[in-house]
């Protein structure tokens, strides 16, 4: 036992919430100058990170620039781009990559040389891809020297409920607030508190506030919801990226169909087998994402559906089969033959843009919480984030992070209360939280999604509101449990994308308001403090 009353399995120098791409680098980058605890609500293989299929980007080839990288980001980001942060992250891609494939990360190659592929708005050939299945690969390479390492202590099925502030306890005095640790929800709904140094949130995206989303279960905002509860303004909530075809289920879970097939001849159709694309764009289905996306959508509130169909038949079998083969397996599993029938399609939410205002070290106004990855937003995307930019973004945030406070003093920590659970009452009416969850991300996707307007978005905002009232008073009175959590946090979360969204009064980048239709000559970040909502 130590002094503060602490065991060695309650105190840490770092404790990092988060095991996706961000939080695994971080703990690999610490473990040599403290002790570690990585925590995960799931398991490792439950995060953003392992669903990323694409790749990721920078500079490695000799025909390519960090120039040009920095140039195509400051483009996709709609002027919205803070270009410090832009130049920071961009100039160690070629680093970020090489480090990634000494660590055994399996990229593709051709010759001694890395294969790199082109994806949309990028002006080279400059993604570094393992197959179509980089996430994984990278969530792999990354994950082995860090359950090897005895300084590294991994807590799965874990979930980080709130971290603890000098300023909650009341010993705050003057001069910036300070972490102290966090309260953990336990697999047997405990509620442990741990005491760090340094706690970083490595938490992810918050996808599951929309019906339709590209991410799985774990995006639900927690990191962000809990630096806001601690007192950090987010910057950016409004950018959310939509990608627009994900397969089509009637429960909401969905997963991507990519764009290559667009880019082979696919077409975008409605229920009658219309093909509406060209009344949009000239270029049709090889229009860029956002205007796809938007383009699905009007047709989809225009003909009251909640579909439309991706048709790859034009493709025909061979092709199909030679070039789509997992896409194909996957989808016959869901009972869909492509080479028969077109595909279901909605767009779903895939990318936050914003989250918790940082540095590219993921520095909050509070000594000793980071804020890293896709919870944090240093400003990279701007108003919209360029293709396979952001596993780079977690990446670089983690290095940053680590390098920024390994040498700093290990200073004594106090001892902190527990978690005070008096006067909850068993629960009664679970159907409350069932119900909430379902109002939450049918209000988001229809109110506030691709398209928005005031009269929606103050729609939106009323209903959300009541929500919320209602879930912190039965938060409060009841035990917790993940599910609750991730409610509070979610409709946390939805206020704040909604209050974002109605101070922006132009559209930019993936923000589209009917009622602003035009772009504003100065561009202003939406910056969100606690005592905003
Ligand atoms: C389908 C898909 C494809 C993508 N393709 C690409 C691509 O090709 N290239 C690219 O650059 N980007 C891609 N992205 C985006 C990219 O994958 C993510 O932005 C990135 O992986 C985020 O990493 P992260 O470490 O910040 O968070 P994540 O990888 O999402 O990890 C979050 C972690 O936090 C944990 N967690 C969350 N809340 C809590 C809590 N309360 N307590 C404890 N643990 C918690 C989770 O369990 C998880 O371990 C894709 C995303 C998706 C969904």
Redesign the pocket.
């Known amino acids: 036992m130590s002094t503060n009353g602490y065991n060695d399995s309650t105190v840490f120098d770092y404790l990092i919430?988060?095991?996706?791409?961000?939080?695994l680098l971080a703990a690999n980058r610490l473990a040599e100058h403290g002790r570690v605890a990585i925590?995960?609500?799931?398991t490792?293989s439950?995060?953003?990170?392992?669903?990323?299929?694409?790749?990721?980007?920078g500079v490695t080839a000799m025909d390519d620039s960090v120039e040009e990288h920095i140039a195509d980001t400051l483009q996709a980001g709609a002027g919205l781009c803070h270009e410090d942060a832009v130049r920071e992250i961009i100039s160690r891609g070629g680093h970020i990559i090489r480090e990634l494939a000494e660590l055994g990360t399996p990229f593709d190659t051709e010759g001694e040389h890395l294969h790199l592929t082109r994806e949309a708005a990028h002006s080279h050939r400059r993604i570094a891809h393992a197959k179509d299945a980089?996430?994984r690969a990278v969530g792999e390479a990354l994950l082995r020297p860090v359950v090897d390492n005895p300084n590294i202590t991994c807590f799965q099925h874990?979930?980080?409920v709130d971290v603890i502030t000098a300023r909650h306890l009341g010993r705050y005095m003057q001069g910036p607030d300070r972490c102290l640790g966090t309260y953990l929800l336990t697999p047997k709904s405990e509620v442990v508190t741990i005491a760090a140094r340094h706690t970083i949130l490595?938490?992810?995206?918050a996808?599951k506030v929309y019906l339709y989303t590209?991410?799985?279960h774990?995006?639900?905002g927690?990191?962000i919801a809990m630096a806001w509860r601690a007192g950090c303004p987010v910057m950016n909530l409004e950018f959310i990226q939509f990608h627009p075809t994900c397969l089509f289920s009637p429960s909401g879970s969905t997963e991507?169909i990519t764009e290559a097939l667009r880019g082979e001849g696919a077409y975008l159709t409605d229920a009658h087998g219309y093909r509406f694309m060209p009344e949009y764009d000239e270029r049709a289905e090889l229009a860029p994402r956002d205007i796809v996306a938007r383009a699905i959508d009007h047709e989809m509130k225009k003909q009251g559906g909640d579909h439309m169909y991706l048709d790859a038949r034009p493709l025909g079998k061979a092709k199909l089969e030679e070039h789509f083969p997992n896409i194909l397996k996957r989808l016959k599993h869901n009972g869909i033959d492509i080479c028969k029938e077109p595909i279901p399609i909605v767009p779903a939410a895939?990318?936050m843009c914003g989250g918790v205002q940082t540095d590219v070290a993921g520095r909050t106004p509070i000594d000793g919480l980071h804020v890293?990855?896709?919870?944090a937003c240093t400003g990279l995307h701007g108003a919209n984030r360029l293709?396979?930019?952001?596993?780079?973004e977690?990446l670089v945030m983690a290095e940053l992070c680590a390098e920024s406070i390994k040498d700093e003093a290990k200073v004594p920590l106090p001892s902190l209360p527990e978690w005070d659970a008096s006067g909850v009452e068993p629960e009664s009416e679970r159907v409350q939280i069932k119900q909430n969850w379902e109002e939450i991300r049918t209000t988001m996707s229809n109110y506030v999604g691709i398209v928005r307007s005031d009269e929606r978005l103050r729609r939106a905002r009323r209903r959300l509101a009541m929500i919320r009232e209602e879930i912190t008073s039965y938060y409060w009175q009841h035990p917790i449990g993940r599910d609750l959590?991730e409610l509070r946090n979610l409709s946390l979360i939805a206020e704040m994308i909604v209050k974002s969204a109605q101070s922006r009064k132009e559209s930019r980048g993936l923000h589209y308001s009917t009622d602003y239709p035009s772009l504003l000559t100065e561009a202003h970040d939406t910056i969100l403090t606690p005592e905003a909502l």
């Open positions: 919430i988060g095991s996706g791409a961000a939080g925590i995960n609500k799931g490792f439950e995060s953003n990170t392992w669903y990323a299929q694409g790749g990721i980007a980089t996430g874990y979930m980080a490595a938490t992810g995206g996808g590209s991410n799985p774990v995006a639900t927690d990191g991507l895939h990318y890293i990855g896709e919870a293709a396979s930019n952001s596993l780079l977690c959590i």
